[in-house]
């Protein structure tokens, strides 16, 4: 018999199934999702009492494993690293073979793709034999009837998959094949009493090997009692939960049967969160519900969010009398918000437990296996720095009886300052190994660097060599033995668990307690590595990608440090009993619901459609997409009182759940930036960064307000007198920022990229934070603004030194559109070859936004090379990367270089390199020199305004092109013009004008050349090259697009001595120590501000801030302005 307990969330399904649970006398099993086996084993023991203490709690895992381990022997389970390693193997075995995947084989990432297809496979209930079988029996020959593309895929997977489960099961038994095997069991044999009940709770559906695991159990007579999330009126929010009823209604319908209690709410003391949830499964609002209980709100970042809601948190602990533990934070994606949460968490005194395993990957000493690894197989400078930064290096000691000592911050930076000076470019020590002495040692800094590479250089080479072409079996023991016997990885680990605030020896429990885990969690794995490889030889790359792709699979969870604290997490993972308050976090458009998470499928939707047409069920889109809604509905539908909506963003960005509440429920939508001070502060250190960086906007009310909460702690009373002193210190300007004693160590680099530099000039403190810290954001594989350009500059690089390869002799080429799609196309592939991973494993997203990409730049090539044809200048060097000591072709490509003078009176030689789009050159008639423009590709459009110039912006493309003609103007080069070549997206691809003439009239304004231009030189007499047509009152006229704005031939030595000056002056005071948060802003608009990551903590203040549109740039760039361009007709 099936009994299915239905009804909405809060309904009290859960208590019902329970109470049939403990009133039943037969042999019962209670299966749960296998995360919240623990939690329903206490639940249970709390609501029965010893007499019924036979119930088993289990899992599908656990379930599974009792039924072998009773009915048929198993082999050792394979571990996480044992599969790796394996799939490893079968990878490297059959690279050389696949079809579809080609050379994707051997990139990063293919290990783990091929074993997240073999899981999906499995949780499908599909084998590998089974895989074969459909795809190439004689029966079925599936293969035939896919398209070619997906035929390809599926041989090479099942391929894979084949391989590597012939070496699995030689040695180990797979958990993952447990409920299959377990089906078998059931089928053929006595394993389930007759009488026995399953009572199944917290599931919203099954994979397709738990359905067949299910099915075994009916057809032996099994009885099932299931509660399930639905109304049973077919609402799309319960689409998940009704496919799931419907499995259990197969068979025999007169032996079923139904409960619904979609008239209890007992979840729900707050009557408007009640109606939340009707409306979310209706649409239909009760008249009578309002917004009391609901609060929305948005930050513009996720600092700002996580501060909103630790405040919230701290009010209603404070006020209301409720317990951490009544309240859950709830994100679709948890670890994208993980690092802001915790970090507000510990700010406003919020204990927090984040149920997020977190690969060891991630964690600093398996980055020090990958540095170690690395630099042992090629040690070249920068190899070697990357090891030593690691923080796990030691050295070892003459004074303390021969025991390593770690290394000091002094010696890695001088180590790191080695290698940035002339004396590391003279000697090319970044690209050299460092497998010998140093040369041309001179001095005791010099020496000391000598003594720290033999120190740490020495071991790597050894240890190098010999492991040199033996097999992984071996390679694991040496790797193993040189951690302890060389790294001496003990003492490291001890160095990293020591407070390091005090003189004493000291550890600090968390941290002792983390690396306990963490290298336990280490030794299993190399210990599993050993038993699992052979003799098969493994280079050291080889076996530091295996070592990542193992760590990266590997997670460690930490239990929660006091009992009574917040749980964090997803909708999936949080369960629904007693739960008070609910903040769900990230309820933006597009990821709430998380419809597409990441670590998308290996399979497509279109592979995974015609996959099911041909009998290879895996899970849909339809699937996916109600699961997240499903997902989205609980997490809104948890709170029993008080439910906080947030997100990151503008108030356009806001989920659409939260514009249906704010129009149906009248709740408000809350601007966090706005807020008063006073309302984020809820703690000590909560307060002081509310008086850091709201001080100038705080009223001297407010700020005694700020001032009590930071004096009412005795432990934290100083903190007021520390943050006063600093402002006294700063005249009250928390903009201003000192760091001269540490500057030199810092600031240790000569040598700057124009990045830098314009980081460096928009503000000083953005600057510290970013290359004196390094301090960022990560960025992942997304077609983004920054790869979007990376991959359009690739594109014009191979379609320009194609084009015009010989021009310089024989002039500009004509150049057809099939020519230009074809090097596009070549492109394109070439790219995606050598940087990406295959069509099929990169998102939708991203291959549609590429594949676009060859449109854009066909009508950018196009136009380019129309107007190239009938001009003198010439297209001859693409990505040019300025380097010391460096020419092409007899072409001085030197970076631009100047003196500047520090604090102590010690002078340094600066250089700024970076890399020059295209360098076009309109040769003189003998070809002994010529007229030099410089061209930069933009993704978006640039203006030309000398206003900014004159403070230090926009400099790029003048430093390219002084420094070029100064490098050259020996051998006849003069500097003729810097622009900006917009490339970004163009309307062309979705016009049909009338006319060739028109459509061209059309790119020379949406891509206007904007830059500057030298008075009288080549670029000033091609103006009519910019001639073209537009419509204007229904007819085209003739007018010329040229842009470019024209300096004064005698003013061009002003305008290089004032981009010298601000340059040297503004490094000048960064490396003395100057970091002030001043950045320049233009129009009211701070310029550095908008993205930049470090505006929460800087004190900007805006009326310390410079304009560039000051009098005197202005002044300054009418001096040198000839004449700007024009709108209208052109010179016809």
């Known amino acids: 018999m099936t009994h299915i307990i239905t009804g909405p969330a809060g309904s009290g399904k859960t208590a ?40 088993k709690v289990m899992g599908f895992m ?82 035939e009837r896919l398209p070619v593309h997906l035929a390809e895929k599926m041989g090479d997977i099942a391929a894979v998959y084949s391989v590597y489960d012939k070496k699995l099961t030689e040695k180990y038994a797979d958990r993952q094949d447990n409920l299959t095997l377990a089906a078998q069991v059931i089928r053929n044999g006595d394993s389930f009493d007759e009488n026995t009940t399953i009572y199944i709770d917290g599931f919203d559906s099954f994979s397709g090997a738990q359905q ?96 909103f809601v630790c405040a919230n948190i701290r009010k209603l602990v404070r006020s209301e009398g409720y317990r951490y533990s009544d309240i859950a934070v709830i994100c679709a994606s948890p670890a994208k918000y993980k690092d802001a949460v915790n970090s507000a968490a510990a700010r406003y005194d919020v204990p927090v437990f984040a149920d997020l395993p977190v690969p060891i990957s991630e964690k600093p000493m398996l980055r020090f296996f990958e540095a170690l690894l690395k630099a042992a197989d090629n040690p070249t400078g920068t190899n070697i720095l990357r090891y030593i930064r690691s923080g796990f290096v030691r050295l070892p000691s003459e004074k303390n009886n021969g025991k390593t000592v770690p290394m000091t911050l002094k010696e890695r930076h001088l180590v ?90 000291r550890y600090v429990k968390e941290l002792t307690e983390e690396y306990n885990q963490l290298w336990r969690t280490v030794s299993e794995m190399l210990t599993s590595l050993y038993e699992t490889l052979d003799d098969t030889p493994l280079t050291l790359a080889e076996f530091s990608a295996l070592i990542h792709s193992c760590a990266s699979r590997i997670s460690i969870s930490r239990t929660p440090n006091v009992l009574d604290s917040v749980l964090f997490g997803d909708p999936a993972r949080t369960r629904s009993r007693e739960v008070k308050a609910v903040f769900v976090m990230g309820a933006a458009d597009g990821a709430f619901p998380d419809i597409y998470p990441e670590g998308n499928s290996v399979f497509t939707s279109d592979d995974v459609q015609r996959l099911a047409e041909n009998d290879i069920e895996l899970e849909n889109d339809e699937a996916r997409y109600s699961s997240a809604v499903l997902d989205a509905y609980k997490a809104m539908t948890l709170a029993g009182e008080k439910l906080f909506i947030t997100f990151t963003g503008e108030k356009e960005n806001a989920s659409e759940y939260i514009a249906d509440i704010a129009k149906h429920f009248g709740a408000k939508l809350i601007n966090v930036d706005n807020l008063d001070a006073l309302y984020m502060t809820e703690s000590v250190k909560s307060a002081e960064k509310q008086y850091v960086i709201n001080n100038s906007r705080l009223t001297d009310g407010q700020k005694k307000a700020v001032e009590a909460v930071l004096s009412e702690n005795e432990k934290e009373s100083s903190s007021i007198g520390r943050i006063k002193a600093v402002m006294s ?61 990376n991959i359009m500059h690739y594109i014009m690089k191979y379609c320009f030194e194609n084009m015009y390869d010989g021009a310089r002799e024989n002039g500009n080429p004509h150049v057809s559109d099939d020519r230009i799609k074809d090097l596009i196309e070549q492109a394109l592939a070439e790219y995606r070859e050598k940087y990406l991973l295959t069509e099929e494993n990169m998102s939708a997203r991203f291959n549609t936004l590429y594949n676009a990409l060859s449109v854009t730049a066909f009508y950018l090539i196009k136009y380019m090379a129309q107007e190239l044809e009938k001009s003198r200048f010439v297209p001859s060097y693409f990505e040019l990367k300025l380097e010391s000591g460096k020419s092409e072709n007899g ?21 700024v390199g970076g890399t020059v789009d295209r360098v076009d050159i309109a040769y003189n008639d003998d070809k002994s020199g010529g007229q030099i423009r410089v061209i930069d590709y933009k993704t978006g459009n640039k203006d030309a305004k000398l206003s900014r110039i004159y403070y230090g912006l926009d400099l790029q493309l003048l430093l390219y092109l002084f420094t070029l003609a100064k490098n050259n103007g020996a051998n006849g080069f003069t500097p003729s013009a810097a622009l900006y070549h917009p490339s970004g997206k163009t309307s062309l691809k979705d016009i049909k004008a009338p006319s060739d003439e028109l459509k061209r009239g059309i790119w020379l304004d949406e891509h206007k050349e904007k830059g500057f231009a030298v008075e009288g030189t080549q670029q000033e007499e091609e103006r009519l090259l910019y001639s073209g047509v537009k419509f204007e009152r229904d007819k085209e006229v003739s007018t010329n697009f040229y842009s470019a704005v024209t300096i004064a031939g005698d003013k061009l030595k002003k305008l290089e001595s004032r981009i010298e000056k601000v340059v040297k002056e503004n490094t000048e005071q960064v490396k003395s120590g100057i970091v002030d948060a001043r950045p320049l802003v233009d129009d009211g608009k701070a310029l550095s501000c908008e993205y930049c990551d470090f505006k929460d903590i800087c004190g900007m203040k805006q009326s310390s801030c410079v304009d560039v549109g000051s009098a005197e740039a202005v002044e300054f760039g009418e001096d040198i302005v000839v004449a700007k361009a024009k709108k209208g007709k052109g010179d016809k």
């Open 16 to 55: 019902a199934l329970y109470e049939l649970l403990k009133n039943d006398s037969k042999s019962r099993i209670l299966l749960v999702p296998d995360q919240f086996v623990f939690e329903s084993e206490r639940r249970v023991a709390k609501e029965t009492d010893e007499k019924t203490s036979d119930i």
């Open 62 to 143: 656990s379930l599974s494993e009792s039924i072998l381990k009773k009915h048929c022997p198993q082999k050792t389970y394979a571990d996480t690293t044992a599969k790796t390693a394996i799939m490893s193997g079968a990878v490297r075995g059959l690279c050389g073979d696949l079809k579809f995947y080609g050379n994707a084989a051997r990139k990063n990432g293919f290990v783990e793709m091929c074993l997240s297809a073999v899981n999906e496979l499995k949780a499908a209930g599909i084998s590998a034999d089974e895989l074969t079988k459909t795809l190439y029996s004689p029966e079925k020959n599936t293969a």
């Open 212 to 307: 067949n695991f299910l099915r075994a159990l009916a057809d032996k007579g099994v009885n099932f009692v299931v509660a399930l999330c639905t109304d049973g009126n077919k609402a799309e929010v319960f689409a998940t939960c009704d496919r799931t009823e419907r499995l259990f209604e197969r068979g025999n319908r007169e032996d079923i049967k139904h409960t619904r209690l979609c008239g209890k709410a007992p979840r729900y003391k707050n009557g408007n969160l009640k109606a939340l949830r009707n409306f979310l499964q209706t649409g239909v609002k009760d008249s009578t519900a309002g917004s009391d209980g609901i609060t929305m709100a948005y930050s513009s970042s996720v600092s700002g969010e996580a501060d």
């Open 416 to 505: 790191e300052q080695h290698l940035m000076e002339e004396y590391a470019e003279c000697w090319d020590l970044k690209r050299k190994k460092w497998d010998k002495p140093m040369p041309h040692i001179t001095n005791a800094s010099e020496q000391r660097v000598e003594e720290i590479r033999i120190a740490t250089v020495t071991p790597l080479v050894e240890f190098a060599k010999s492991v040199r072409g033996i097999g992984g079996r071996e390679l694991v023991k040496k790797f193993t033995a040189f951690l302890f016997d060389k790294v001496d990885i003990s003492a490291a680990i001890q160095g990293k668990c020591q407070d390091n605030s005090t003189r004493e020896l």
């Open 729 to 789: 210190n700063n005249s009250g300007n928390s903009d201003i920022h000192r760091i001269s004693d540490i500057a030199p160590i810092v600031f240790p680099q000569t040598a700057l990229s124009p990045t830098a530099i314009e980081k460096l000039n928009g503000c000083k403190f953005a600057y510290f934070l970013r290359y004196g810290m390094n301090l960022s954001s990560s960025a992942g594989i997304a077609m983004n603004a920054s790869n979007y350009g």
């Open 891 to 911: 072409f001085d490509i030197s970076p631009y270089s100047f003196d500047i003078e520090l604090a102590d009176k010690s002078r340094q030689t600066i250089t």
